[in-house]
């Protein structure tokens, strides 16, 4: 399903989810929309807002954090949502003030980290130690926020920035959540034969002031996930995210600039393989 359609309720869409306003709640519903280089491919990955949905749903019930799931369940919706193709796709969820911060936890040194390391020896200005490699673990994950942008690519900004933007007091609160959560879904992901390389978080606040965990998380589209076999630092390694449809990308001649191809069968199979063998693995 590349899109929903629910009449009487205001939607908003994003690159993979349909958020559909309910008053006090919002119904999200993910779709099987799939985006690379800040574009949604025109072909859709067959069951894959049900995967993101199932990692989501396991995630909050394994880390027991705040968070703004309330049901998976269509019957608790408003009666236009009982429809079988939303089902399993679908989360009622509290309705926040979303905090405009992407908060990422990297463990290792992969993408813009990456290049940045390359340039400067930082990563969002956190100084590394010289010599590391594409890859490599890092000596301790590190908090590297960014900015969240509704079209285009999210900024990466250092801390400092990020505390003008929400205040100190809710800068170090989410920075010490952020690294709490990743460290406990790492340590996790590895007795499952996993590496979270890196992932990322989005917080929102209650009507109360309680600041909630919102969105997904740890999916393959927020995190980058190697299998623990196959892991070499000093190159990109195989993953279960979405990289597999980056490479192919890179292949074609694609400008990033104009709409992007079509995928071929054998590209989309692949890709909903990785998104299922990463589920199957992590939940058993």
């Not at 993979?16 to 800040?38: C, H, K, Q």
């Not at 993101?52 to 049901?71: E, I, Q």
């Not at 190697?226 to 001649?253: H, M």
Request: proline letters at 8%; a negative charge; charged letters at 30%.
């Amino acid at each position: 399903m590349l899109q929903s359609s629910i009449p009487g309720y205001p939607k908003r869409q994003g690159k993979v989810r349909d958020v559909y306003d309910l008053g006090d709640t919002l119904a999200i519903v993910a779709s099987d929309r799939i985006s690379a280089f800040d574009w949604v491919m025109p072909t859709g990955i067959p069951g894959k807002g049900r995967l993101l949905t199932a990692m989501t749903k396991f995630w909050f019930d394994f880390l027991k954090v705040p968070n703004h799931f309330l049901s998976d369940a269509i019957e608790n919706l408003p009666e236009a949502f009982h429809r079988e193709e939303l089902r399993g796709r679908t989360m009622h969820v509290r309705k926040t003030q979303v905090i405009p911060i992407e908060c990422v936890a990297r463990g290792y040194l992969a993408g813009s980290g990456w290049k940045e390391y390359r340039q400067h020896g930082t990563v969002c200005g956190i100084p590394l130690p010289a010599g590391l490699k594409e890859a490599d673990k890092l000596p301790e994950p590190i908090f590297t926020p960014a900015t969240k942008a509704e079209e285009g690519h999210d900024e990466n900004i250092d801390f400092e920035r990020m505390a003008a933007i929400v205040g100190r007091e809710t800068a170090e609160d989410l920075k010490r959540r952020t690294l709490d959560i990743y460290r406990k879904a790492a340590e996790y992901a590895e007795t499952k034969g996993i590496i979270l390389a890196d992932t990322k978080f989005e917080f929102g606040r209650l009507p109360d002031g309680e600041i909630i965990v919102i969105d997904e998380v740890l999916t393959p589209d927020s995190s980058r996930y190697w299998p623990r076999e196959s892991y070499r630092p000093g190159g990109s390694p195989p993953s279960f995210d979405k990289q597999f449809l980056r490479d192919w990308l890179e292949t074609t001649g694609w400008d990033k600039a104009s709409p992007p191809p079509a995928l071929p069968d054998d590209v989309v199979a692949k890709t909903a393989a990785k998104y299922r063998e990463a589920l199957d693995r992590l939940t058993g």
